[in-house]
């Protein structure tokens, strides 16, 4: 796969979502690949927690890396009924359907610390060449890595939608790798 070349964005925000989200049926990413990249890559993380996600539709589904208890332990983030903050639970929790079409742990579920998490696997629309990851536009995920501490590894999980430039806010906080059908390489 060849990366495009760093540009400066000229879209906005919405506008690169609008993009994105019309692009993400065209794109032909092979799923299957990006989790062997995964699974490649995780025995080589430090040990401790993997955050995963379940995955919304056309997102790559990691269920199968999941699966793989040798890669793990691993937990999944629960999106509140209310509020404004993602909370984290091991994967294996009993779980329910979130009204958006994915399963997430119960509420009532033991959290894990955000402290003790080494990985997480970030789902976006798009990510550019410095690690800029374009999300759904709630603001999950920004807050989520806001709270994690500054050495964990952030993975960025492509459909294959990887772009020169995105616009970059204030409260970005950008990936360190980013993870597609070319298997997990690292940013910086």
Not at 135 to 148: N, V
Request: net charge neutral.
């Amino acid at each position: 796969m060849s990366l495009p070349p760093p540009v400066a964005p000229s879209l906005t925000k919405d506008e690169w979502r609008k993009r994105a989200q019309r692009n993400r049926a065209g794109l032909r990413i092979d799923h299957a690949r990006v989790c062997q990249g995964l699974r490649n890559f995780l025995p080589k993380a430090p040990n401790g927690w993997v955050l995963a996600y379940s995955a919304l539709p056309g997102e790559p589904d990691l269920s199968s890396v999941l699966a793989d208890t040798d890669l793990g332990p691993f937990a999944l983030t629960r999106t509140p009924d209310q509020g404004r903050d993602l909370t984290v639970h091991p994967a294996n929790a009993a779980q329910e359907r979130h009204r958006f079409g994915f399963d997430q742990p119960v509420a009532s579920a033991p959290q894990v610390a955000l402290e003790d998490i080494v990985v997480v696997l970030v789902p976006g629309l798009a990510f550019d060449l410095a690690g800029t990851r374009l999300g759904h536009g709630a603001g999950y995920y920004d807050r989520l890595l806001a709270r994690l501490g500054p050495d964990v590894l952030r993975v960025g999980v492509s459909d294959g939608y990887i772009v020169g430039r995105l616009p970059v806010e204030d409260h970005d906080i950008p990936m360190t790798h980013l993870a597609g059908d070319m298997g997990v390489v690292a940013l910086r």
